[in-house]
C-alpha cells in the first residue's frame, strides 16, 4: 500500500521543528536575564552623578584660586582676631572651601588624601553639608557622595560630624568603607578623631585642641553653623588666670631671719 502524502509531509515537518526547551533551560535562562539586567542597571546607577557635583566641577580654575585666596585670608583674619582676647567668628563659603579643595590642597597638601580619591568638592544647604568626590580604582570610576550633620557635643570643643545617605552614584549603602578614608584623612592632617553611633549612622567626633596658645590661653569653640552656602563657626579664647605671688623660698629665708622690731612705747 502506498503512503499516504499528507501524513509523509506532517512527519516531515514535525522532525524539522525546533525541539521545546526544558523547564529547567527556560528557568536558568530567565535568571540570567534577570541578573544581567540588574547588573546594566545597578551598573547605570552607579554612573549617576549628584547634580551639585556637576556644577562644582565645571568651575573654572582661575575662580577656583581666587575663592581659595579668599578663604586663606579669611583663616589669616580669623588667626588675628583669636590673637586678641574675647569673641572671634569665622563664616566661610562653600565656594570658598572648594576653591581651597581644587587648587590650595593639591599643591600644599598632596598627600592628604588617597591617592583613588580625586576632585572632593562640597555645597551647604538644608542645613548639611553635602560632599562628593570622584572614586578611582584600576579601571573602575565612580561618584561617592554623603551629606553631614554637623553640631557641637556636650564636651568642650568636640564637633559632631553624622554622616548619612552615603552613595555610590545612586546606589545606597557602603557608608561603613568610608570611614576608614575619612580616618586617615584625619590623621594625615594631624586632627584627633573618634568614631560614634546614632540611629545606625556613623558619626566623627572630631577633637579641637584646646590649647594651641604658648601663652596659656584656651581656644573655645562655641558654636557651628550650617546655613544657605554658609559655615559659621564663633567661640571665644579664655586669657590665662593671674597667677597668685609667692614668695621663693630665699625671701621667706630672709624674711624669717630678720631680728623683731622693738616697740618702745611706753605702757
Known amino acids: 500500500m502506498a503512503d499516504n502524502p499528507e501524513l509523509l509531509s506532517a512527519e516531515t515537518e514535525a522532525t524539522q521543528l525546533p525541539k521545546r526547551p526544558s523547564r529547567r533551560f527556560a528557568v536558568f535562562a530567565l535568571l540570567a536575564a534577570a541578573a544581567l539586567t540588574a547588573a546594566a542597571l545597578t551598573y547605570r546607577a552607579s554612573q549617576w552623578v549628584p547634580p551639585f557635583y556637576q556644577q562644582t566641577l565645571v568651575a573654572e580654575r582661575a575662580d577656583l584660586a581666587a575663592f581659595g585666596d579668599d578663604l586663606e585670608r579669611e583663616l589669616l583674619n580669623l588667626h588675628s582676631e583669636i590673637n586678641d582676647d574675647g569673641h572671634w567668628e569665622g563664616v566661610f563659603s562653600d565656594e570658598q572651601i572648594n576653591g581651597w579643595l581644587a587648587v590650595d590642597m593639591l599643591?600644599?597638601?598632596?598627600q592628604l588624601l588617597?591617592?583613588?580619591i580625586k576632585d572632593p568638592r562640597v555645597i551647604i544647604k538644608d542645613s548639611q553639608m553635602h560632599m562628593a568626590c570622584q572614586y578611582q580604582n584600576g579601571g573602575v570610576s565612580v561618584v561617592l557622595s554623603l551629606a553631614a550633620d554637623v553640631s557641637l557635643t556636650?564636651?568642650?570643643n568636640?564637633?559632631?560630624?553624622r554622616l548619612r545617605n552615603a552613595r555610590i552614584g545612586a546606589v545606597p549603602g557602603l557608608i561603613r568603607q568610608a570611614m576608614p578614608t575619612i580616618s586617615l584623612a584625619a590623621i594625615r592632617s594631624g586632627v584627633r578623631i573618634y568614631w560614634q553611633q546614632l540611629e545606625n549612622d556613623p558619626v566623627a567626633i572630631v577633637k579641637i585642641p584646646v590649647d594651641v596658645f604658648d601663652e596659656g590661653r584656651d581656644l573655645i569653640v562655641e558654636s557651628v553653623h550650617l546655613t544657605e552656602g554658609r559655615l559659621a563657626v564663633t567661640g571665644r579664647v579664655d586669657a590665662p588666670e593671674p597667677e597668685e605671688e609667692t614668695e621663693s623660698p630665699q625671701e621667706v629665708t630672709a624674711r624669717e631671719s630678720q631680728p623683731a622690731k622693738n616697740d618702745n612705747r611706753q605702757l
Open 107 to 110: 599643591d600644599k597638601f598632596p
Open 114 to 116: 588617597p591617592p583613588a
Open 154 to 156: 556636650e564636651r568642650p
Open 158 to 161: 568636640e564637633i559632631a560630624v
